[in-house]
């Protein structure tokens, strides 16, 4: 049996965002900065692998959070 366990933490400063522009402007938004944004999260996986007789099969799943600010 495997376990892995992973937890996180991501800034991402001056994070550039579109800005909000009519339609009709006639030109692409510009491009402003939206600030900064913190990533917290956590990953787990198991596994497990076994014979049955001559046969190998292996089980895995994981699962996943995250929290952005």
Do not use: Q
Not at 13 to 39: H, Q, Y
């Amino acid at each position: 049996m495997g376990v892995n366990a992973d937890y996180y933490i991501k800034t991402t400063k001056d994070w550039l965002v579109e800005a909000p522009i009519l339609g009709t402007a006639g030109t692409g938004a510009p491009f402003i900065n939206g600030g900064d944004v913190k990533n917290t999260g956590v990953e787990l996986a198991l596994n497990w692998t076994d014979y049955l007789g001559d046969l190998r099969y292996s089980l895995s799943a994981n699962g996943a959070t995250i929290k952005m600010r």
